[in-house]
């Protein structure tokens, strides 16, 4: 666990904070399991030295921010995932969103939904978006359907893109406007 853990945005059961040297070992471990990676992309697994790339690219990135997600239902918080805004468009005022809880005992437990939740609201508040959009694959019910309870609408579908594990997946396109978020159409999702 990082020194840094419980500092951030925190919320009734989980915490968003700064990605620390120290959660990289985790972070690791979570995106060399492949049961984990299959929803976000093929799987390919990392060394030390391509996490370390990532971590100095995410840490001087000026067009994302990354949170570390900590479970903060026990007495010691534990780092069970991370979440993002990526490719933020100063100017259009758009950022996709990502989520990846790498700890599968955590999955379920609507912490994915609470981290979204403060990332969502972070994103309209505090980066004043007007959009924010994601990209899930058609057979990950578990995701689409917390992103449908927060708000999210399907705006595309795009055909056989990915191959994982000898299936060709179509990929979901859905986007959140800000002003959907305000007038509480969103509110379903929310802790
Ligand atoms: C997707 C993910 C972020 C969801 O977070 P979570 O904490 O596991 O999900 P939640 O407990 O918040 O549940 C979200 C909703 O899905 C439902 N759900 C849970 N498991 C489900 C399943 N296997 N199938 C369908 N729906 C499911 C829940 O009931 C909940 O709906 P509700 O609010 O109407 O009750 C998390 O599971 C994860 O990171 N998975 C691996 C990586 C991934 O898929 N990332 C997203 C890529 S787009």
């Known amino acids: 666990m990082s020194d840094q853990a419980g500092w951030g945005i925190r919320g009734q059961n989980v915490c968003l904070r700064a990605i620390c040297r120290d959660d990289l070992e985790s972070l690791r471990r979570f995106v060399n399991d492949p049961e984990v990676m299959q929803y976000s992309n093929v799987f390919q697994p990392i060394n030390d030295y391509q996490q370390e790339k990532w971590f100095e690219q995410i840490s001087s990135a000026t067009d994302s921010v ?10 010691e918080p534990q780092l069970i995932g991370t979440c993002c805004l990526v490719g933020i468009d100063w100017v259009g005022r758009a950022a996709e969103l990502r989520i990846r809880i790498g700890d599968r005992e955590a999955w379920g437990q609507r912490l994915g939904s609470e981290a979204c ?20 694959f058609a057979s990950n019910a578990r995701a689409i359907r917390m ?11 795009l055909r056989r893109t990915i191959t994982i594990k000898g299936v060709a997946e179509d990929l979901i396109l859905m986007g959140l406007l800000r002003m ?3 007038s509480g159409a969103a509110g379903e999702g929310r802790p």
């Open 147 to 157: 992103y449908e309870g927060l708000g999210f609408q399907v705006e595309g579908r």
């Open 180 to 182: 959907e978020w305000e």
């Open 117 to 136: 939740h403060h990332l969502i609201t972070y994103g309209f508040q505090d980066l004043n978006l007007e959009r924010i959009w994601l990209r899930v």
């Open 66 to 75: 990354w949170f570390a997600i900590d479970d903060v239902r026990r007495e």
